[in-house]
């Protein structure tokens, strides 16, 4: 009997996590019901990495939407770099005036940060999913960059971006 010479490795091929986003697209998120919370914790991990993973000359971010890993059954949800996972999003109230936010994004890997506008503060409502499955609604008065981001994200739930002329 020969003896194998090659050696099997116990480590498994690190995951290319820049090659997960997607070409950015116009399609609204859907809301994340009961029978998707295993596909949010699974993919959630996807986008926590993305969150450290240079794409293009954006270093990481400070949240990734499930949008931007998957157009053909997008959820209505975002992960942080906290580890947040944050689920159905929508903000129910904000000031009058804005300020300028300079915002890069990793859909467009290439694209240099821009200035946009954003409200400094605002009321939202969403889930919060954690690791053991439990889920917590949430009413939060941010501002600050958490507005910022929270603002940023849910334009990719409704297939908006930066870099569109139209923001």
Known sequence: ME?????KSDKAEPIDFASKII???QK???VVDEGDLSRVMEDAKILYNL???QVGVHPGGYAVAHPQIDCEDSLRFFVTRDKEIIINPVII???RHTVDSVEGCLSFGEYLPITVQRWNKIT?????L???GKIEKCKENVSGIRAKVFQHENQHLDGLYIYDKNL
């Open 93 to 95: 109230n904000h000031t």
């Open 51 to 53: 969150c450290y993973t």
């Open 23 to 25: 070409k950015p697209h």
């Open 3 to 7: 003896q194998d010479n090659e050696q």
């Open 28 to 30: 609204i998120s859907r």
């Open 124 to 128: 939202v409502i969403y889930e919060r």
């Open 130 to 132: 954690y690791p053991d």
